[in-house]
């Protein structure tokens, strides 16, 4: 017997699974906070140079910097760019519009015209800390299980955010930020696995779009606390210093029955099966043990695989190479769309909130759509919503409605691909290398959120290059999975032969 046949027995989603994922979903809406709250708290209010000297702003021509920028010296304002007049920075203070917002990191640290791109770079760095924390937590997870570095993920998260709500200068503050980063990924990976561990194989799907509404309800929430809080340390602490609270966990979330058994902590899987059984109503027979849930004998694997595997046979090799970029090009697109939205010209608390709404139907309409294939789901999401994306660089900046309408049609179309590229990418990579896959895939992803908001500094060349790559990449993502299998309803491949086929055997006899 093995452990999904005890899952089976003891209810896959019971009373137990059902509190466990209380546990789990309750932290998604304080990681969106952390994930978008740069929308806010790096805004860049209207803003115009204060000084005693006669100053005047020149006036703004295309493909040049924002006429704030360009300040001349002893002259009157009828002086038009090219006239011989040198520009410098403003000689007095800058002064912005607190029509909108009361302070951002922007207005306190002075971050626009040479500076404007420290913002986007700090941005970029916390994502960075996504990245070094699903490197390092997944693998401390491994050693030391799911639930304690959940616990530690979440102390990160609660100590850094607040003290990022009293950093002295912006470079404190990006150090905060990169902690908090790696403190999400630790968070989101380990909560999911601790869940799907629990969780019994008809139900895991179901239960991970849960976690996803909650996130969803997170990134909702955020338009109306930083509607309410326009002080930008009083909106970081709001949504960090209720993460003490999680101090609960220590004494509440169970730890990985799952990952007990694997590393010979039998006894004290056994209790955990025990009690879970027991919430759930449908106790273990008496004369079921664990021993004879962990003494059946694992099949001979003959050597180690690497993510050398993944790229070593022609098929593998272009299967893998176009899911990576898939990973990639979604989560680009997603946090592209999501940390710019001040770029559309309504208002931002409503905007955050439609693109926050959007998240629920995206991610609800993948159950409808999966079951019938996966292929066609990927291709045609990523094509719905690179051409929204692509559509908008026609439309003038004055009809805001209708950029915000297709920017929010293309935020849909790469929501509900991001859902399904974690499912698709499992059932592509065979058994033997699918943790090499899934891992890569991440890195990808996280790759791909690093860059998000350095995309936005394009803008100097044109301002229409950000959404043009927004558009082009999905587009191309969708062309690139026509060449990829179709796994719905099929049988998950075991070996690297599964997907090469017999006749590689002899070619790549040593390798498979």
Not at 151 to 165: H, K, N, T, Y
Not at 257 to 271: F, H, T, V, Y
Not at 296 to 321: A, C, G, H, N, W
Request: proline share 5%; hydrophobic share 45%; charged share 15%.
């Amino acid at each position: 017997m093995n452990f999904d046949e005890i899952l089976c027995l003891i209810g896959g989603f019971g009373r137990f699974q059902k509190i466990l994922y209380i546990w789990i979903c309750l932290p998604q809406i304080f990681l969106a906070f952390h994930m978008l709250v740069s929308v806010f708290t790096g805004a860049v209010p209207p803003h115009f140079c204060r000084s005693h000297t006669n100053v005047s702003l020149m006036p703004a021509v295309d493909g040049q910097p924002e006429p704030q920028c360009r300040v001349l010296l002893n002259h009157s304002a009828a002086v038009t760019p090219g006239s011989g007049q040198a520009a410098s920075s403003c000689p007095g203070s800058w002064e912005y519009s607190k029509e909108t917002f009361r302070s951002t990191v922007v207005t306190e640290w002075d971050l626009i015209c040479d500076n404007a791109s420290l913002n986007n770079v700090g941005s970029s760095i916390y994502m960075f800390g996504l990245l070094v924390g699903a490197v390092l937590f997944g693998t401390l997870a491994d050693k030391y299980g799911r639930r304690i570095i959940i616990l530690i993920s979440l102390a990160i998260q609660a100590v850094f955010g607040v003290g990022a709500a009293f950093a002295p200068n912006f470079y404190t503050y990006t150090v905060l930020r990169f902690m908090v980063g790696t403190s999400i990924s630790g968070v989101i990976m380990n909560a999911f696995v601790l869940g799907t561990e629990w969780t019994g194989s008809k139900q895991r799907m179901l239960a991970g779009i849960i976690t996803d509404y909650f996130f969803g309800f997170g990134y909702i929430s955020l338009a109306g606390v930083a509607y309410l809080i326009r002080d930008w340390r009083k909106l970081q602490l709001a949504i960090s210093a209720p993460g003490f609270l999680f101090v609960v966990y220590i004494w509440v979330l169970p730890k990985s029955a799952r990952w007990l058994m694997a590393n010979d902590r039998k006894e004290e899987a056994w209790e955990l099966i025990q009690k879970a059984a027991q919430m759930n109503e449908k106790p273990l027979p008496k004369d079921l043990h664990i021993y004879q849930v962990c003494t059946e004998e694992k099949p001979d694997v003959r050597r180690k695989y690497s993510f050398i595997d993944l790229v070593r046979t022609p098929k593998m090799r272009k299967q893998s190479l176009i899911v990576f970029y898939l990973w990639f090009v979604n989560v680009l697109v997603y946090y592209g769309l999501s940390l710019n939205i001040s770029d559309f010209g309504m208002n931002i608390y409503l905007t955050q909130l439609i693109f926050g709404l959007v998240e629920m139907p995206a991610r609800t309409i993948t159950l409808f759509t999966l079951n019938r294939s996966r292929k066609i789901s990927q291709l045609a999401f990523l094509a719905v919503g690179g051409l929204a994306c692509l559509l908008t660089i026609f439309i003038p900046s004055d009809l805001y409605v209708v950029r915000t309408v297709l920017a929010m049609t293309g935020k849909f179309g790469i929501t509900a691909s991001l859902s399904i590229i974690y499912i698709y990418s499992a059932e592509i990579f065979p058994t033997v290398i699918r943790q090499n896959g899934i891992g890569i895939g991440s890195m990808c992803a996280r790759t791909g959120g690093v860059l998000a908001p350095m995309m936005y500094l394009l803008r100097n060349i044109s301002p229409k290059v950000p959404m043009v790559l927004c558009g082009v990449c999905p587009i191309l993502g969708s062309a690139l999975t026509l060449l990829l299998p179709e796994t719905a309803n099929k049988a998950l491949p075991d070996t690297i032969e599964d997907v090469e086929g017999p006749s590689f055997r002899e070619e790549y006899g040593s390798q498979l």
